[in-house]
């Protein structure tokens, strides 16, 4: 059975997963407009329509790349360790919410139940770095008590 930490990193990669699907869908769906697209008596209107396809198919590109980034780093998380202190790859439990600190997806849903998933380069990543169950942090005028880092 997993943990509740294997659970959430098995989300994780599967949500980075679906966004690379859809991504890559989506470009070759605009590769396919470009190749089938002929060029006409409007010249200048065929041009502009192939290059905004251009500049949206290296956009997605973009995202791709980074997203692939993302899988490397989430990958290196190691969700059957616990550790005592906050660092790549901890889930802390704290007075407000959970939090998974290993690449920037946001809000994470799974069986009902909802996980912060941020990097440590976040504003609470860093405020975070290091800290141990039993200590708080003062952050954005609230106080952040942690409970657990597993």
């Given at each position: ?92 439990k704290s007075n ?55």
């Amino acid at each position: 059975m997993l943990s509740l930490k294997q659970h959430i990193h098995q989300q994780c990669l599967q949500v980075l997963a679906d966004k690379v699907d859809r991504i890559q869908k989506y470009v070759a769906e605009l590769q396919a407009a470009n190749s089938e697209d002929t060029k006409s008596s409007a010249g200048d209107k065929f041009e502009t329509s192939r290059e905004m396809n251009k500049r949206e198919i290296d956009k997605n590109n973009l995202l791709l790349r980074q997203l692939n980034q993302m899988k490397v780093l989430l990958r290196k998380c190691e969700p059957g360790k616990n550790q005592e202190e906050i660092v790549l790859g901890s889930l802390v439990k704290s007075n407000e919410n959970l939090y998974y600190f290993s690449v920037p997806l946001g809000k994470v849903e799974f069986e009902g139940n909802s996980c912060f998933v941020l990097s440590l380069a976040s504003p609470l990543g860093k405020a975070l770095l290091g800290k141990k169950a039993g200590e708080s942090i003062s952050f954005m005028n609230r106080e952040i008590e942690i409970l657990e880092v597993i």
